[in-house]
């Protein structure tokens, strides 16, 4: 199993950048491809990331394609999220899961979810 711990979230102006990270406990971490979604408010929990085990073949959500940045350190067991050009938008909690099967856009694919952290963008 992988325990998993999401930080680095916080209010930021529109425009701005945040760093989120997702810290794993567990042996087998570096053989899961890891995602990160988020839920804002009213809405349902929608994939934002993905990335596979090697570090290879990201995968985006169309609505932060060419902002956000998926990476991993297998070695620090850590993926990380850099969110550059924040929308108001954006505003929502992060979580990240780890991949079990199936279609990376997919929430169902996951397990192993954090706790969340949350993102603000103020206009």
């Known amino acids: 199993q992988v325990q998993l711990v999401e930080s680095g979230g916080g209010l930021v102006q529109a425009g701005g950048s945040l760093r989120l990270s997702c810290a794993a406990s567990g042996r087998t971490f570096s053989g899961y491809a890891m995602g990160w979604f988020r839920q804002a408010p009213g809405k349902e929990r929608e994939f934002v990331s993905a990335?596979?085990?090697?570090?290879?073949?990201?995968y985006y959500a169309d609505s932060v394609k060419g902002r956000f940045t998926i990476s991993r350190d297998n070695a620090k067991n850590t993926v990380y999220l850099q969110m550059n050009s924040l929308k108001p938008e954006d505003t929502a909690v992060y979580y990240c899961?780890?991949?079990?099967?199936?279609?990376?856009?997919?929430?169902?694919?996951?397990?192993?979810w954090g706790q969340g952290t949350q993102v603000t963008v103020s206009s």
């Open positions: 990335i596979t085990w090697s570090g290879g073949s990201p």
């Open positions: 899961a780890a991949h079990i099967g199936g279609g990376y856009y997919y929430i169902g694919s996951y397990a192993y």
